[in-house]
Structure formats: structure tokens, C-alpha cells
């Protein structure tokens, strides 16, 4: 319940948080704390100093640039939540925000936090695998941008190097047609998923489909995109025997494990089952007409 | 032992101390400014228990650094009622019988009220979700739910909007 | 509408008067025992043991004692020294309170840091290094009994503990042998925990100067504690008169802050050592895995009927996982509590039950969760078997249940284990409850379902309590009788006090016993102020659990108002210069038989019992009353529950949960419902969420809110009420309890629905929790999971 002693500094910009990152190997980045500030209280981790980026102004922005849909990583899920324009052209990512703990944790918890943090037990990687998103990373050396598919190497590993944070999350500004879906079966509201589908897909107007990318949360070491579960849905028409035939992929490409959330064999199926629910959401909302 | 000077306002008060970085939001409110009606119900942010508003926003204060809240504004349960009068969710809780132990009733309120201003004329579905971050072991939720009712429509009334939420409250 | 005798000026029986106890708690003014700060208080916090059964080899305090601020660290060894290492537990055996060499369960107290902060002492905690010794673990109670299991316990002989036995085990075997129809069914009940939003903890505040122990304690039973620790602590020159127990405001009891744990002991002996205060304040994941959990009961059950379909015989045996020593919180009389209530609300002629108590390297406890003593885990008996019978026979569960109630004019009713019930009428209540919630077209719509593949299911639990302990024949706590009390005292100007032996932790007693006395005396209720807790001025009681406190200090508060009653009306007489016997009592006033316009009220009585009191008589106003209840009360109910199973994920989706509850007269029908909400969702938890889940080394897998799954606003069922009203014809208001009713009856109906829903596929029970895990697993090995 009592965190070990740290020391604390609040920079001021992202340079003076990578310089402070950088000195100091054991040093950690506090941004929503709503993951760190837990395992500090059960003493699972020992820092030397917090950073406290949440003074850096301009780090929250929710906004489309250049074919890009730009999330700072101090965006909080209850902004995005509230977003016109999330909820209307992101429903995949509104729905994952949504589903991430609860209403006071997701007021200070960040989209960055969530990502950086590498759970394979949090929501929000899968949707940004369906996504094809991209992350910024800032570091000593300046900033680079790689797909979400190379940042999530382990659980809790991810691609940023020492000295280096997440400063920005991408996601391609979705075509006509589009839509997604999170399907998230949890044991109670505001745990970890038991299994989580995230799906992202394109129709074109002659009723097959463009594109579709499926990721899946908490059944696996990392997120994990079922590839081909989303290939045999592009170039047809997405009927029950279509969803079936994605649905069984999605659970071959699961590596769940047995732990108190539930047996391997009931969460591969319940990628099975939350996968043709995402989908035959996702093609409600795509029918509906995204933009 | 390190510490670090914060200044902020608490229940409309200025603030000043020295803290050890590592001191949680909430034992700075209960043990340092004696503020003891938020409560520490578990070590996992489940509860809610410990429900504040800091810069306007309902938070865990459990999971909250002290140090976070430099420079900020935190309302505490003690600060709901203005000049002696009850605030409409204290009201609410006391008609409907929304609380029994008590214990978790501060941190429910606190949500309850920063859910109405974000959301003041909500379906009961509405109340359910916005209120799953706080646990309740006395009541079963029912009458929170009304409590929770019952100030929306005072809420909506004090704001001179009319109040649709009526059929549900009879409900 | 409940009728009410009294106007909404008095505020007596029925009304439903807003609660008293709300002002200090929604202003954020509670009294609870972490907000309690005493000058020069220093704070413990608790070394815990890692393993399951293990020897402790060596406790090094150097490196905790060098932290500036921690103060000491006390050891098994340290209490040795004042032989308060052990302390006897409620079923007279023994318990540690900081093991000298062997710990028994995981997170099992190993030494007390005494720090000048709480963040000190946790750094102290950890910084004390100790050195085990693992022990084969005996986790399973059936592997426990085996020979050449390994020993729980070096003082005892083997695993087992006791064995009791109840009813006519020749009889009812007789019966069972000569039953048309006989159905057996093993059902276990998993260990679950309170988890009262307020952990337990206290204040020990020993004054070396009076030799004088404040202990401001999370405590359901204070004057019981206060009198143990006297006991406990006499050889160390402790003194009743001169310990003081305050239960200030308890954020939540429910049976779990009923015992007594090693964490206040060592706060007691900390605080006597350092001649300073000493808070104990457990986190969540202490409570959960240390202190008494609840239930941990594998029963073997067995129901018995004719051809016609009437129920002949019953017969349970169950082995209960006690943990490593017997600490449950029962009536020493009892050490399976009132289990033998198992014969439900049926008239049946024959029964037997046995209970076997076994150690494990878990931790004590048994006793807690609203279970009334053990009748959670008989109703979920009788109620289930009630059910597989039903279904077996191809009877509809409502209608065999109508056919083997015991009937209204059977009343007062012996059941077969010997327990007198003192009224009931369990048909008007299941006939309500099947009203109410449309029985006859959820049976057509849930057939229609079932043609379709859907699987819906309807489940009834129809449960009797048993609550009220107890009759001074039969009941005792450590000796102590189970009677509970009331002291009231008329103030010169009409208003009053009054003190009871009970304990409230949320019930609202302050505004419920104010409204017996108001509905007594014809004084407001607003006019009566009610304390409890504070073992120096309230009169001696057993506390509040097992929903005792209506039948017992209810009645202590009605039998004292109407002592008071006796003295006014001799006042009355003296001041009206009548004779008594021409006095007649109007609530709130005594007026002259004929002369209605000659009378004295109360209040105008009160003031003369002090400036005018009939000479030969003492002044004054005030009376005692120790209250033995001569029977326990039999609160019942008829619950309907309806569930949707969705079979991809195996997920239960309780649709409308009606319960009918009869706890006699309703004192405040708001209180009522508000006890009944609460009850329903600590019935629900269980049946579908909660359970405490250990490896087979004896390590805990759940301690906290992550994995612990109490259920939130979402999941929980809108409950829909009804009552009906069969008042207790002993009690002096004709009141039942009904605290802990409804997580008595509701599991069952949960676990009935669901088993209803899937009997067709060959499905007979299922255990409690009901996780969508478990229902997918059930539904794909009868081949009814979701194939997409």
C-alpha cells in the first residue's frame, strides 16, 4: 500500500524529460501513474526518480493532420472518449477507451501510458495493430516513427531504447467506408480482458470488403495481430461463413495461456466468439456510413 | 527524507506543505490537512472509496501523488456543502437512503457529482457505468442509483432545464 | 404502504424515517477508526509469512531497526515472555498470535513493526529479514483426513477436528432405504470474504499511569472483547474496570469484524510496551488473505421422497475446511453453527446431518459473510436439493415446493432436527413472488427458448432463517449468554437516551430502536438519542451479527419502555390524583377512564419525575432491560430469479430478480429494503463472482480487488422487492431479523435458474461461483457451447 521512497521532477518540456531519462537508468516516466502508481504501492517496482511529464503544455492534442488522425501521449482516455471526433470516425478507438478500467482511473490515465507500458493485458494495443498505426518516439538522438507492430517486443518491452518516450500516436485518417470495433469479455467491468478482438475494416461500395486488420488483447506475451485472420476477408463478401472462417483464424493466431482469467481453451474460443461479434459490428457501423 | 514544497487549494483553502514524493494524495488529505471523510478502502484502485476532484476532475486519490497535486485545486467531501447547505447529491443520499455503513458514500458522491456534470440527465444504464469505479458492500446499488436520480433532477431544476429524468426516478 | 400507529411526529414502527446516522457520514464527519489520531500515536504494520506451513528459522531485525523511526519489533518471542503468543479462540481452541517457530497459512502474522508513520513501518516491514523452513502443505480438507497426511497442527492428533451430529441417523436411514425416489447430490461452497470497504483495525491506547486500556477497535461485539481481553491479559494486571472498548463508526461488519485478530493483540502489547497509542490499520490484501472467511464447505447431500412427490427424509454430510485452528465465531454449543436448520421450510419427518471439522494450512474463520451461522450453506442445501428433486421427478419447482411447505396452521412448527418455529406462511410469500415476477408466461417463453437453442432459466429459493441468538438454555459465546440489552433514561424535559449491547455497522439503529421506543412511549423519535459501542456506558450486550440485534435488543427496547411505562403511570396517577387502575394509556399520554380531558403526557410526566416524583418513590425516569429471548425468530422468503446464458461465452445474465421477504413487524420498511438490497448482492457475489482460490502449496491466489471480484453497480441486478408480514408471535413487537436474510436465500435461486436452464442437456448442479468459465466449460462437454 506505501509506495518505496523515489525522488520527483517535473520537467518542463519533452527535451529536459529525455535529458532526465537518459542520466538516470532507473528512472521512470509518471504521466496518468494509473499503472505505475499501482505497482509502486505493492512495491513491484523500486525507482530512483518519477518524471513527471505532465507539466509539458501541448502533449494533449486530439487532431487530424495530413492523413493522420495525431494523439499526443498526454491525451487521456476520458478526452478522447468525449471527442466528437473520435467517436464519430474512430468508433474502434472509442470503444477501447471506454472499456479500460474505470471512469476516474481513464480522467488521468494517458493512450501513451497505455501503449509504453507493454501490458499485453491492455486494450488499447490491439486496436492500434487493427489500426496499422504508428508511434513517435523522442529521444537523445531526436524522434523517429515506427508501425505499432515493431513497438511491442515483450511483456512489459517495447521498442523504446534507454532515455527515450513515447511522444505520439498515429492513426491513418480511415477512407470511406470504413469502420471498427472492440469486442473486450471481461470477467467484471473494469478488469483486464479475459480476450479482447479489436477489428478495423474498409467496405467498398459493391458490399466486400477493402480492408481488414484484427488484433487481439490478453492472449498472448504481446498484443497480437491475427494476419491472416483479417487477409480472408479482403476482396469478399463478409457472410457468416466468411466471419466463421476469420473467426477461426483469429483464435488459431491467439497464444493464450491458462491463468485466473480462464483456461487456454475457453479464451481461444473466446476469440472466436468476440471476433464475429466485432466483425458483425464493425459492418454495422461500416452499413451505417463512416464520414 | 527528501521533500518537496507543494502549494494548492483545498476546499477553496490555500495549502502549504512539504512532502516526501512517495506521499499518495490521500494520506496527504487525510494525516496532513486532518481532511479524514475520504476514505482508503483497498490497495488497488478498485474501490473508489478514495474519490476526489482535483482540477475539476473525479480521480483516485489513492493513486495520486501529493506532489502531482502542486499548483492544482482539489474538492473533498467536506467541501460539498456551501455556506451550510447541502449539496444536491448529499440531499439525494439522505432521501433515497443511499448509504448505510457510510464508508464508501464520500468517494461515491465525489464520482456521482463529476459524473451529472459531465452527463445531467442520464438513463439508469448511464448512473450504473459511471458510478463502476466505486464499490458498495451495504447497499446493492439500488438506491444509490436513486440518490444518484434524485440530485440529477435537483441538479437540472437549480440549472432552470426542465426535467425529462422524472419518469425514471419514479421508476 | 406499510400502516403505521404512530403520526410523523413520533415516527414509530412502519415509518419510514429517514436515517440519523446520515449527517456526519455524507458531510464527511464518520468516526472511523483510521480517522482516530491521538497525541504521540505510533503505527504498526505486520511482517507476514510467505509460505503456507513453514519453520521459521531466524528473525533479523537489524537492518528494520536501523530505519530512523522505527521504533521496535515484536516477536513471538516477545510475547512468549508474557505467554500472550496464543490466545484461545471463540471454539476454545487455540490460536497464535505471533508464531514462536511455525507459521500455518500464508500471510499468517510473523512480527509487529512499531514505527512513528505508517510509511515508516512499511518500509520496517520490509526491511525484516526472515529465514524459512517450507513444510508439506495440507491444502484439501478429504486429503487432510487421509492416513499419513501430513499434521496440520504438532499439538493434536490428526486433521480432524470434531465430528457433530444432528437428528436420528437410524430413522432417517430407514427412510431413506424405503424411499420411492432418492437423489444425492455433493455440492461445495467455496471460501469467500466480506471485504467490508473499511479493513479491519484499531487504536490501543494504554494509559501506564491508571494502568488503564482505551482500545478503539473495528468490532461487531465490544463488551465480548473487552471481557476476553480482560481474561486474557489478568495475569499481566489488566483489570475489566480498567479497559475501555469504543467501536466507534464500523465502515461495514457482516461477521467479519466479529473475531478477534493477532493484529489488535499486538497492538494491545505494543502500546502497553511503548506506554504510547498504537494504530493497526490492515490493507486489502491483509484482510482478504488473513483475517475469517466464510463458508469452505463440502456437503454431501441427500433428499428423499414419495412417489406422490412429498419429501420423506434429508440427510447432509459435510466436511468443513476450518483452516489451521478452529477460530470460527460460533455459539460454543455449535461448532456447525445452526446448520441443522437444513430442513428448509418443509415438512419433513425425517433428517440427519453430521459435520466434520478439519484443519488445513489456511486461515481460520468460518463464521462471517451473512450467514447467520452456517444457514447460508443449509439453505443453499435444501434449496438445491429441493430443486434436483423437483426436476428428477418432472415436477415444476414452484408447485412442489406449494405441495411440501409446512403449512400456516402447522405453527409453532418442531422441525425434524428439534428446532421450534415460531410462524410462517411460505406459500402467500412464494404465491407473491411467482405474481409478481409473471411465473406462469416466463415458463411458456423460456419453452419457446428452448425450442430455439436459447437457454433461459427460472430458479426459486423458499428459505427459513433462524436468527436471533439466543436462549440462555441453548446459546453462549465463551460462556457468556446471548442476551442483549437496552438502557433508557427520560431526561427532564421529555427527551431521551438510550444504550444498547449491539453494535450497528450500517444497519441504522440509531434511527431504528429510537422508533420502537417512540412507537412504546409515544415520545418522538427525534426525541431519542441512541448510542452504542462505547463498553463504559452501554449496558452489557453480544453484539451485532447473525442479524440478532432486533430480536434480541429490539426487544430488550421494547421491554424496558414498557418498565418505563409502569413508573409514569404511577406518576401519572400521582400527579392526576387518580388511582392507577383508572388510568388508561393513549400513546404519549395516561388520561383518567371517563375524564379524557384529565391527562398527563409524558412529557409533562418526565419533568415531575424530577421537580414532583409521588413521595416513597425514587426520582427519576430510566430503565434496564436484559433481554433472553425464550426462541430464535424465523424470518423467510420466496425468491424468483431469471437468467439468460449466453452460450459463447458462458456468461450469466441474471434478467429480474424478484424477493419476497416476511421478517414480521417492519420497523422501517426503508431500513428493511435497503438490508435486503445489500443482502441480495452478498447472495449474488457468490454465486457468480466471488471466490478465494488457493494453489496446492497453500498459496493465495486472489488477496485483492483485482482478482477478488466484488460485483459493482453494472453487474448487480436491479432488485425488485415485495413483503409479507407474519409477525413473530414471541417478540414483544412481533419483529424477525432480516440482515442477513437475503444472502441466506439467494444464492440458491441463482444456482436453481441456471441448472433449470441446463437440466435438459443432462445437467444436474453446478458449483458456486457460476464464472462464464465454468458455465462455457459445462455447456462444451454437453455439446451446447456456441459453434460459430
Known amino acids: ?291 | ?171 | 404502504m406499510a400502516e403505521t400507529q404512530t403520526d410523523t411526529q413520533i415516527q414509530g414502527l412502519g415509518h419510514r424515517r429517514k436515517r440519523v446516522e446520515d449527517m456526519r457520514f455524507i458531510q464527511g464527519h464518520g468516526n472511523y477508526i483510521d480517522d482516530i489520531k491521538l497525541p504521540g500515536m505510533l503505527y504498526l504494520d505486520i511482517v507476514r509469512s510467505p509460505y503456507a506451513h513453514a519453520k521459521i528459522t531466524s528473525i533479523n531485525t537489524e537492518k528494520a531497526m536501523a530505519i530512523p523511526g522505527v521504533l521496535v519489533v515484536i516477536t513471538g518471542e516477545t510475547l512468549k515472555q508474557y505467554n500472550v503468543h496464543n490466545m484461545p479462540t471463540l471454539m476454545s481452541d487455540t490460536q497464535m498470535v505471533l508464531p514462536v517457530d511455525t507459521v500455518k497459512y500464508q500471510y499468517q502474522e510473523v512480527a509487529g513493526v512499531l514505527a512513528t508513520d505508517r510509511y515508516i513501518a512499511a518500509d520496517g516491514v520490509q526491511a525484516v529479514e526472515v529465514d524459512y523452513d517450507p513444510l508439506p502443505v495440507v491444502v484439501d480438507p478429504k486429503m487432510a483426513l487421509e492416513p499419513g497426511a501430513p499434521k496440520v497442527r504438532d499439538d493434536k492428533e490428526s486433521n480432524h477436528i470434531w465430528h457433530w451430529e444432528w437428528g436420528d441417523r437410524e430413522t432417517t436411514d430407514q427412510a431413506f432405504d424405503q424411499a420411492d425416489v432418492k437423489v444425492v447430490q455433493d455440492i461445495y461452497i467455496p471460501r469467500i470474504h466480506v471485504s467490508s470497504i473499511e479493513t479491519c483495525g484499531c487504536v490501543a491506547d494504554w494509559d501506564p499511569i491508571e494502568k488503564h486500556l482505551t482500545l478503539y477497535m473495528t468490532t461487531q461485539a465490544p463488551h465480548a472483547i473487552r471481557t476476553v481481553v480482560a481474561l486474557v491479559t489478568a495475569h499481566l494486571g489488566l483489570s475489566e474496570e480498567k479497559i475501555r472498548v469504543i467501536s466507534p463508526d464500523i465502515g461495514g461488519g457482516f461477521g467479519g469484524k466479529v473475531p478477534v485478530y493477532p493484529g489488535y493483540v499486538i497492538a494491545v502489547a505494543a502500546s502497553i510496551v511503548t506506554g504510547r497509542p498504537v494504530k493497526w490499520i490492515e490493507d486489502r490484501t491483509e484482510n482478504i488473505a488473513a483475517d475469517s472467511f466464510a463458508r469452505d464447505y463440502h456437503m454431501r447431500a441427500e433428499l428423499a421422497a414419495d412417489k406422490s412427490g412429498r419429501m420423506t427424509a434429508l440427510r447432509i454430510s459435510t466436511i468443513a475446511d476450518h483452516g489451521y485452528t478452529d477460530a470460527a465465531a460460533n455459539p460454543s454449543k455449535f461448532p456447525a453453527g445452526l446448520f441443522h436448520i437444513a430442513t428448509g421450510s418443509y415438512d419433513l419427518k425425517h433428517a440427519f446431518v453430521e459435520v466434520d471439522g478439519v484443519y488445513t494450512n489456511k486461515p481460520p474463520g468460518g463464521i462471517a459473510y451473512r450467514c447467520s451461522f452456517r444457514v447460508t450453506e443449509a439453505v443453499h442445501a435444501i434449496e438445491r436439493m429441493t430443486d434436483i428433486l423437483a426436476h428428477t421427478l418432472g415436477i415444476d419447482p414452484a408447485e412442489f415446493r406449494l405441495r411440501n411447505f409446512i403449512k400456516p396452521e402447522q405453527f409453532p412448527y418442531t422441525s425434524a432436527l428439534g428446532w421450534e418455529y415460531d410462524s410462517g406462511n411460505y406459500a402467500l410469500a412464494l404465491r407473491k413472488a411467482m405474481d409478481m415476477i409473471g411465473y406462469e408466461e416466463l415458463r411458456k417463453e423460456q419453452a419457446e427458448k428452448r425450442a430455439r437453442g436459447e437457454l433461459m432459466g427460472i430458479g426459486i429459493s423458499s428459505f427459513t432463517e433462524i436468527v436471533g441468538a439466543g436462549p440462555s438454555k441453548h446459546f453462549d459465546i465463551l460462556g457468556l449468554k446471548m442476551f442483549d440489552s437496552c438502557e433508557i433514561r427520560i431526561h427532564p424535559t421529555g427527551k431521551a437516551i438510550a444504550r444498547f449491547g449491539t453494535k450497528s455497522q450500517g444497519q441504522g439503529h440509531e434511527t431504528t430502536y429510537a422508533q420502537i421506543i417512540a412507537e412504546e412511549l409515544g415520545i418522538p423519535a427525534d426525541s431519542i438519542k441512541v448510542e452504542e459501542g462505547d463498553t463504559d456506558t452501554a449496558p452489557y450486550g453480544l453484539g451485532t451479527y447473525a442479524s440478532r440485534s432486533t430480536p434480541t435488543a429490539g426487544a430488550a427496547a421494547a421491554m424496558a419502555s414498557r418498565k418505563i411505562r409502569d413508573k409514569a403511570k404511577k406518576i401519572a396517577a400521582h400527579l392526576l390524583e387518580a388511582s392507577e387502575d383508572d388510568l388508561v394509556w393513549e400513546r404519549g399520554k395516561f388520561y383518567v377512564k371517563g375524564s379524557p380531558d384529565r391527562f398527563k403526557t409524558m412529557q409533562e410526566i418526565a419533568f415531575a419525575a424530577y421537580t414532583n416524583h409521588p413521595p416513597g418513590m425514587e426520582a427519576g425516569l430510566e430503565a434496564v432491560n436484559y433481554y433472553d429471548p425464550p426462541n430464535l425468530t424465523y424470518p423467510f422468503g420466496s425468491y424468483i430469479c431469471v437468467v439468460d446464458i449466453d452460450r459463447g461465452t458462458g456468461e450469466v445474465k441474471v434478467r429480474r430478480f424478484v424477493a419476497v421477504d416476511d421478517c414480521g413487524t417492519r420497523i422501517n420498511p426503508m431500513i428493511v429494503e435497503g438490508q435486503i438490497h445489500g443482502g441480495l448482492t452478498m447472495g449474488f457475489a457468490p454465486a457468480l463472482l466471488e471466490s478465494i482460490n488457493y494453489d496446492e502449496n497453500g498459496n493465495i491466489a486472489n488477496p485483492n480487488f483485482m482478482d477478488y471480484l466484488l460485483p459493482t453497480a453494472v453487474e448487480t441486478p436491479r432488485w425488485e422487492l415485495g413483503e409479507t408480514v407474519t409477525p413473530s408471535p414471541h417478540h414483544p413487537i412481533g419483529a424477525k431479523g432480516v440482515g442477513e436474510s437475503a444472502t441466506v436465500g439467494a444464492p440458491a435461486a441463482i444456482v436453481n435458474a441456471v441448472v433449470d436452464a441446463l437440466w435438459h442437456l443432462g445437467v444436474k448442479n453446478i458449483d458456486i461461483p457460476m464464472t462464464p468459465q465454468k458455465i462455457w466449460t459445462v455447456l462444451k462437454e454437453h455439446g451446447a457451447a456456441l459453434e460459430e
Open chain 1, 1 to 291: 500500500m506505501i509506495p518505496p521512497p523515489f525522488e520527483y521532477v517535473a520537467p518542463k518540456s519533452v527535451p529536459e524529460a529525455v535529458r532526465l531519462l537518459s542520466e538516470d537508468s532507473e528512472a521512470k516516466i509518471l504521466a496518468g501513474g494509473q499503472s505505475l502508481l499501482p505497482m509502486l504501492k505493492l512495491r513491484l517496482v523500486s525507482p530512483s526518480l518519477l518524471i513527471d511529464i505532465n507539466r509539458i503544455e501541448g502533449l494533449d492534442y486530439i487532431r487530424e493532420e495530413n492523413g493522420w488522425l495525431k494523439i499526443g501521449a498526454l491525451a487521456r482516455e476520458a478526452s478522447l472518449e468525449r471527442s466528437d471526433l473520435v467517436r464519430s470516425r474512430y468508433p474502434l478507438l472509442a470503444d477501447t477507451c471506454r472499456s479500460v478500467a474505470d471512469p476516474q482511473v481513464r480522467n488521468l490515465a494517458t493512450l501513451g501510458g497505455n501503449l509504453s507500458h507493454a501490458d499485453p493485458a491492455n486494450d488499447h494495443p490491439a486496436a492500434m495493430l487493427a489500426y496499422g498505426a504508428q508511434v513517435v518516439i523522442t529521444g537523445p538522438e531526436g524522434s523517429r516513427m515506427i508501425p505499432v507492430e515493431q513497438f511491442f517486443t515483450g511483456p512489459f518491452e517495447s521498442a523504446l531504447q534507454h532515455g527515450e518516450l513515447l511522444t505520439e500516436i498515429c492513426i491513418p485518417v480511415p477512407q470511406m467506408g470504413s469502420a471498427g470495433a472492440y469486442q473486450k469479455f471481461e470477467r467484471r467491468v473494469g478488469d483486464f480482458a479475459t480476450a479482447a478482438v479489436a477489428v478495423q475494416l474498409r467496405m467498398d461500395p459493391d458490399g466486400t470488403c477493402a480492408e481488414a486488420a484484427i488484433g487481439l488483447t490478453n492472449v498472448g506475451l504481446t498484443p497480437i495481430k491475427a494476419k491472416a485472420a483479417g487477409d480472408v476477408l479482403v476482396g469478399r463478401r463478409p457472410d457468416d461463413e466468411v466471419i466463421r472462417q476469420a473467426a477461426q483464424l483469429a483464435a488459431e493466431a491467439a497464444e493464450p495461456m491458462d491463468d485466473q482469467r480462464g483456461t487456454e481453451e475457453y479464451k481461444r474460443s473466446l476469440v472466436k466468439t468476440l471476433t464475429v461479434r466485432a466483425l458483425r459490428t464493425a459492418l454495422a457501423r461500416a452499413g451505417g456510413g463512416v464520414q
Open chain 2, 1 to 171: 527524507m527528501k521533500t518537496y514544497p507543494i502549494s494548492l487549494t483545498v476546499n477553496g483553502q490555500k495549502v502549504e506543505a512539504n512532502v516526501e514524493a512517495r506521499l499518495l494524495l490521500v494520506h496527504f488529505l487525510r494525516e496532513v490537512l486532518n481532511l479524514t471523510g475520504t476514505h482508503i478502502g483497498c490497495d488497488t484502485t478498485s474501490c473508489g472509496a478514495c474519490t476526489v476532484h482535483l482540477n475539476g476532475k473525479a480521480v483516485k486519490s489513492c493513486t495520486v501523488l501529493a506532489v502531482q497535486a502542486d499548483g492544482g485545486m482539489i474538492t473533498t467531501v467536506e467541501g460539498l456543502a456551501q455556506n451550510g447547505q447541502l449539496h444536491p447529491i448529499q440531499e439525494g443520499f439522505h432521501e433515497m437512503h443511499g448509504l448505510q455503513c457510510g464508508f464508501c458514500t464520500p468517494g461515491m458522491m465525489m464520482q456521482a457529482v463529476a459524473f451529472l456534470e459531465e452527463n445531467p440527465d442520464p438513463t439508469e444504464d448511464e448512473i450504473r457505468m459511471g458510478i463502476s469505479g466505486n464499490l458498495c458492500r451495504c447497499t446493492g446499488y439500488t438506491n444509490i442509483v436513486k440518490s444518484i436520480q434524485y440530485a440529477a433532477e435537483k441538479m437540472r431544476a437549480e440549472r432552470g432545464q426542465s426535467e425529462p429524468g422524472m419518469e425514471e426516478m419514479v421508476r
